[in-house]
């Protein structure tokens, strides 16, 4: 047996093991992929390929309570959380399948000779997919659909420890009526990965995960000259700059760094907050994760590794002289209580790290200008939330924000067809929205002479 396998976060009971593709697997996948590509991307029409995304989308609603039951045993979400995912998905999917023929129309040129002049959207060919297992569903969703509407088709390799949800996926394709190939997952091994990288018959990958693991395959693809799009790490800010209802502050910081126990890239993970609010925002902050209650406000981390680097984390800020305002660092199995880290200085490791549980970093500052500078002073450029009722200043700060996204008002606000995408080591390419689905595009030039 191989590496992927289920384990209960919450228990530690090894449910399933599924073993290593084998050569001959990893061949047959590649070939089959090529072949679906050739045979039928290019003989279908984008609407004839949007309804079976569409079906597809309707399949994960019906099946939202098996889907949801799976990755809850996998990685831990809480089941209603799990559910929500899945329709979250769905959505996805259906934006998708519904805008897809507008936002791959010829786009017509005005040149100066006055030749008849466009561009043409289409598919480039098979794509690899590396998937992580924080939002199983949600993150193959955003990038197979919008490439097989386009015309592209899919080997993907889950994480490890999301075997289940990875099959349920490839059925769900497959039962929609996707032809063999257009979807196929493969349980690859790290080893393997480079070699289909390299393999003529790879167009193109996408990663989401890790600053260290999009390291490696951007190299991998770089030098086999594949176009990427890597998605990875974020220690996103939440500024509260200026408001009349810090309850409101409060309730969406939490809901910005709680979202799947912490788990999240664009977790708002450093709270930012100006002097004439610190004290009675930190108050409230204190109280409001201190009062969440595991099951109901949030599950265990996804493995013991995950619950070890985090307390790891933890510790090292603590040993480097930052103060805990709420929480132990004392994880039970892989329960977390909910923690808020405060005097963290720039000499500190965790000052430059990603978080990945329920843990916040809580700074005071003085102006905006300090605000905006301790923002952009992460190597991360994920997303951010800016708390202020003056929409005209939280532009302006959002505009010195070194970040891909800026959500004004509260947290949360991500949509089924808006972009989802960073900079600095956040990584680059767009997901979601007409730029997600253009990513691996082939922008044809067309001319006809008179």
């Known amino acids: 047996m191989g590496k992927y396998a289920v384990i209960n976060p919450a228990t530690g009971e090894e449910l399933a093991t599924y073993p290593d593709a084998t050569a001959a697997e990893i061949e047959q996948a590649i070939a089959s992929a090529q072949q679906a590509y050739t045979a039928w991307s290019r003989t279908t029409t984008v609407a004839e390929r949007a309804a079976l995304a569409q079906r597809a989308a309707d399949l994960f609603v019906e099946r939202k309570e098996e889907l949801g039951a799976i990755i809850n045993r996998e990685m831990g979400k809480p089941l209603a959380d799990a559910i929500g995912e899945v329709e979250f998905s769905a959505g996805i999917i259906s934006a998708f399948a519904k805008n897809a023929e507008e936002w791959l129309a010829d786009e017509v040129l005005n040149v100066e000779d006055g030749m008849k002049t466009f561009v043409r959207n289409q598919g480039i060919g098979v ?43 490839e059925t769900i394709f497959r039962d929609a009526g996707f032809p063999e190939g257009a979807y196929v997952n493969i349980f690859a ?44 790490g974020g220690s996103d800010v939440f500024l509260v700059l200026d408001t009349d209802n810090l ?31 610190y004290d009675e925002f930190a108050a409230k902050y204190k109280a409001a994760i201190g009062g969440l209650s595991y099951g109901d406000d949030f599950g265990p981390l996804s493995s013991d590794a995950a619950t070890q680097t985090l307390a790891a984390q933890v510790q090292s800020a603590l040993d480097q002289g930052a103060t805990v305002l709420v929480g132990d660092n004392e994880p039970e199995g892989n329960v977390f209580t909910p923690t808020v880290l405060t005097d963290i200085t720039p000499s500190m490791d965790v000052y430059s790290e990603e978080l990945f549980g329920p843990v916040a970093q809580l700074y005071r500052v ?11 002073s992460s190597p991360y450029g994920l997303g951010s939330v800016i708390i202020c009722d003056d929409l005209e200043r939280a532009e302006r700060v959002g505009n010195q924000l070194d970040v891909g996204m800026v959500f004004i008002g509260g947290a949360g606000l991500e949509g089924v067809d808006v972009p989802f995408g960073g900079v600095k080591k956040s990584g680059f390419g767009r997901e979601m929205g007409k730029g997600g689905m253009l990513e691996f595009a082939n922008k044809k030039l067309f001319r006809f002479a008179e």
Not at 133 to 143: E, S
């Open 127 to 169: 794509i690899l997919g590396i998937m992580p297992w924080n939002y199983p569903y949600y993150q193959v969703a955003r990038f197979a659909a919008p490439n097989m509407i386009l015309g592209n088709t899919i080997v993907l390799k889950h994480a490890n420890q999301c075997p289940e949800s990875a099959l349920a996926i």
């Open 366 to 376: 003085s102006s905006d200008e300090e605000a905006i500078k301790l923002a952009n």
């Open 189 to 232: 091994t790290h080893e393997q990965i480079a070699d289909i990288i390299a393999d003529d018959r790879i167009q193109g990958v996408s990663l989401t995960g890790s600053e260290r693991a999009g390291a490696i395959i951007g190299e991998q693809a770089g030098r086999a000259l594949k176009k990427c799009v890597l998605e990875l």
């Open 247 to 277: 309850d409101h502050a409060v309730e969406h910081a939490v809901m910005g760094r709680m979202e799947n126990t912490g788990q999240a890239c664009n977790g708002s993970k450093r709270i930012v907050v100006l002097d004439k609010y």
